[in-house]
């Protein structure tokens, strides 16, 4: 008999129960069912690593793949192609293309953007030039080791008809400098690929 209400100062009604079955719910593992958790722990951390490893590969791929479309050494931005001034382009179809043709430009010791520029103005190319390639390219390829593209590959340069030209400004000695060098090489390698052209195919002007 509890006189003075000492077990409700001292506990809830119905404490020890509660406390009891949570006692009773509390159950230790074998160390078989320690040693298949462990290994089921393992398999989701390297499970997981992997899918993540896998992501930020696969971000990496993404993001190298539009930086060479935009940056680097290899330019492909609308807003520096030729204007269709009937000249160094004049907006006619190219037919299917067979030939990657190099050429000097003759200007020296421009960097890519220089060369470009230089081909913009239409007057400073002499329309009446003995070569008709000499008028314009497709791309040009600076000092620098910069190349840009002048005329979408879906026309024809001026005189082109099924090649793909590619102009070169050399340095003060008529050489390529390094830099130069590097990205012509890229860049024809990469044409070779994508347009499935031979190396016998590839003609130095």
């Not at 000092?143 to 070169?168: F, Q, S």
Request: charged residues 25%; aromatic residues 6%.
């Amino acid at each position: 008999m509890d006189l003075f209400g000492l077990r409700s100062r001292h506990r809830r009604p119905g404490s020890y129960w509660k406390t009891k079955t949570a006692c009773e719910s509390v159950r230790i593992m074998t160390k078989k069912e320690w040693k298949r958790r462990k290994r089921r722990m393992i398999i989701a951390v390297i499970s997981a690593t992997i899918i993540v490893l896998a992501g930020i590969t696969a971000l990496v791929y993404i993001v190298m793949g539009e930086l060479k479309k935009s940056t680097g050494n290899s330019v492909r931005d609308d807003s520096l192609y030729l204007s269709v001034n009937g000249v160094t382009r004049t907006g006619e179809k190219a037919p299917l293309i067979g030939i990657i043709y190099v050429q000097n430009s003759g200007f020296t010791g421009l960097s890519a953007l220089e060369l470009r520029n230089r081909y913009e103005r239409a007057d400073l190319v002499n329309p009446l030039l003995k070569n008709p390639l000499e008028k314009s390219a497709h791309y040009a390829v600076g000092v620098d080791g910069v190349c840009i593209e002048m005329i979408p590959l879906t026309e024809k340069a001026p005189g082109g008809d099924d090649r793909i030209i590619i102009t070169y400004s050399p340095d003060a000695d008529g050489n390529f400098t390094e830099a130069e060098e590097k990205a012509l090489n890229d860049l024809i390698e990469d044409l070779m690929d994508e347009y499935s052209i031979g190396s016998e195919n590839v003609i130095m002007g």
